[in-house]
């Protein structure tokens, strides 16, 4: 339902997080959102928790290549889409390839060969949106009378081409909020470069220079933010949701082992959901980013300047502080509530 067609004083379910639900309370205030992504496991969490989040009205859902390909992550956001209840939401196809390099490999090996590791969620009975992402995006954008929050948590193709293609409707958004880069941990990928602007560096630099209220939300506060075994084992036994959801964490929990020796999964595009969820959640500090974007083994690193903060019109926000259990906890919290019949239908 758009903002103009929604009544001005209607009135629906307020969730309460310790498991009560007021049905008759007065509705929040909530942001628009749009995600644009590359489902993908930690992607499909974060998915479900902007479904499970009544700050937040989701508006929109693009897809991009990253993870696996692009058929794949527009049929896996469809999917978890339906699984939480939300197959109203429009899912609207994006770039398919980076803008100059076509990215070299997917993430197969940490997400499955179709990106959901192994689990095959139920077909949605919606189809696609007929138009393309940034065509989406960009008509979503010069409508809504209030700010848009974007959620890019894929590589940064379909934001770099909505500022070339629809420089007006950027202008619009309220707030991005990256999942992608590092200023201080290195790579995951190579040994310089996060994944998401490794499979588009061109992408991101043009993103991360072009003046929009950015938040990057990088691996130095992704790496320490790990969801154990026991609170996804919390959320698995609230309902069916959370199970599926806890289904598909296994290869994940098996990758993160091996990777990062931990017990439990880094969950990157949760944590910038979080965020853009709940503006403040991370420590920022106003930072001057530039991203490698030459054929040696640094492309694709964020090279952010530490030295002092910035006032350039064109600096970014970047996370450099995390209070990482009370990030896990609402994640946690709000999966959890949707086996108490507290998310999805409720929300709409």
């Not at 100059?100 to 969620?121: D, E, N, S, W």
């Not at 629809?166 to 201080?184: F, K, Q, T, W």
């Not at 995951?188 to 209220?213: I, K, Q």
Request: glycine letters at 8%; a negative charge; hydrophobic letters at 50%.
């Amino acid at each position: 339902m758009t903002s103009a067609a929604r009544a001005p004083h209607r009135r629906v379910a307020c969730v309460w997080w310790d498991e009560r639900v007021a049905v008759d309370t007065p509705p929040l205030p909530r942001t628009p959102l749009v995600i644009d992504t590359d489902p993908g496991i930690d992607d499909a969490l974060a998915l479900l928790l902007a479904v499970a989040s009544p700050e937040v009205d989701l508006k929109l859902v693009t897809t991009v290549h990253g993870n696996v390909d692009l058929d794949q992550t527009t049929d896996n956001a469809l999917r978890v889409l339906h699984l939480a209840g939300r197959s109203d939401v429009p899912v609207a196809v994006g770039a398919a390839t980076s803008l100059v390099v076509p990215q070299t490999a997917r993430a197969g090996h940490v997400h499955g060969a179709a990106g959901l590791g192994g689990v095959v969620l139920p077909p949605s009975p919606a189809a696609v949106d007929p138009r393309p992402a940034v065509v989406a995006l960009a008509e979503l954008l010069l409508t809504s009378h209030e700010p848009v929050t974007v959620a890019a948590i894929g590589p940064l193709t379909n934001i770099a081409l909505l500022l070339a293609v629809y420089p007006d409707a950027a202008a619009r958004i309220g707030r991005l909020v990256v999942m992608g880069g590092s200023a201080s941990r290195g790579g995951n990928v190579t040994a310089a470069a996060e994944f998401n602007v490794w499979a588009d560096p061109e992408a991101a630099a043009v993103v991360f220079r072009a003046g929009l209220p950015t938040v990057m939300v990088g691996l130095d506060v992704t790496l320490p933010t790990v969801l154990t075994e026991a609170g996804i084992a919390r959320f698995a036994a609230a309902g069916p949701v959370g199970a599926q959801a806890a289904a598909v964490l296994a290869q994940y929990l098996d990758h993160a082992r091996t990777a990062y020796g931990t017990d439990g999964v880094v969950v990157h595009d949760a944590l910038a959901l979080t965020e853009a969820i709940a503006p403040g959640t991370l420590h920022t500090v106003r930072r001057d980013v530039v991203v490698d974007t030459g054929p040696g083994a640094a492309r694709g690193q964020t090279l952010v300047d530490r030295r002092t903060s910035s006032v350039a019109p064109d600096a970014v926000e970047v996370a450099e502080g995390v209070d990482s259990d009370a990030a896990v906890e609402f994640l946690v919290s709000r999966l959890a509530a949707f086996g108490h019949g507290a998310a999805g239908q409720q929300l709409r």
